[in-house]
């Protein structure tokens, strides 16, 4: 089954404690992004990546790194998780063009305390 | 920010109704997605429009797209209460990066 898998779904955790959120996608797609999602404030990039070692910023990109060694998986890390950093987390990959659109994983819900 | 808007922010109607949501954009884009979330979890694709497309249908679904306003309405016929959802546009950044919009919230009352 085509989907993108992301871990873990619920994460409770300190300020400044590091944590990497995983995402790996079973269809070769070159696409990858991540996204937080906040009340009233939709989803919100935080960095994608067009291909293997290529990533670049999205809209809200501080506080957290990328990395792309692979094609298959993109985790998003945080090194020095704050409060302000509790949100809902979602991966996604797609085809360069995004012709098929987005395929997105079940989300990481993230609370720092 | 590229994001764009939907408006309205919240839309009730009663089943059987007809729901509309539009979507502004700032940008050129190459193609205009829509998607469907419900509460918590991963958005779902519904349907995709090329620049060069006007309107698309998928099932109970009709898209439009006027690039010389920068915008798009999704039209849901017939609505169910299974139709309650938020509802997100996205379109391409000058053929790079996705962005989405804050989306609609859509209940549909039975």
């Known amino acids: 089954e085509a989907q993108v898998t992301q871990n873990p779904r619920y994460l409770i955790t300190v300020t400044g404690k590091k944590l990497t959120v995983t995402c790996s996608q079973n269809?070769?797609?070159?696409?990858m992004s991540w996204y937080r999602q906040d009340p009233g404030l939709g989803l919100r990039q935080i960095y994608y990546?067009?291909?293997?070692?290529?990533?670049d910023k999205g809209d809200v990109p501080e506080g957290y790194k990328v990395s792309r060694k692979e094609k298959r998986n993109f985790p998003l890390i945080l090194e020095s998780p704050s409060p302000n950093q509790t949100s809902l987390y979602f991966c996604?990959?797609?085809?360069?063009?995004?012709?098929?659109?987005?395929?997105f994983g079940s989300g990481t819900r993230l609370t720092v305390v | 920010s590229q994001q764009g808007e939907e408006d309205p922010q919240a839309l009730s109607i009663q089943e059987g109704e007809n729901a509309t949501m539009n979507c502004s954009y700032k940008?050129?884009?190459?193609?205009l997605q829509w998607y469907r979330q419900n509460s918590g979890r991963g958005l779902v694709h519904l349907i995709l429009?090329?620049?060069?497309?006007r309107e698309k249908h998928s099932g109970r679904l009709r898209v439009t797209l006027d690039t010389s306003k920068k915008s798009s309405s999704l039209l849901i016929t017939a609505s169910r209460a299974a139709d309650t959802a938020s509802y997100f546009c996205?379109?391409?950044?000058?053929?790079?990066?996705?962005?989405f919009g804050p989306g609609t919230r859509l209940s549909v009352l039975p």
């Open positions: 996604a990959s797609s085809s360069p063009t995004g012709g098929d659109g987005y395929t």
């Open positions: 269809m070769n797609h070159e696409y």
């Open positions: 990546s067009m291909n293997v070692e290529v990533t």
């Open positions: 940008t050129s884009i190459n193609n």
């Open positions: 429009i090329r620049s060069n497309e």
């Open positions: 996205a379109h391409d950044n000058y053929g790079q990066n996705f962005v």
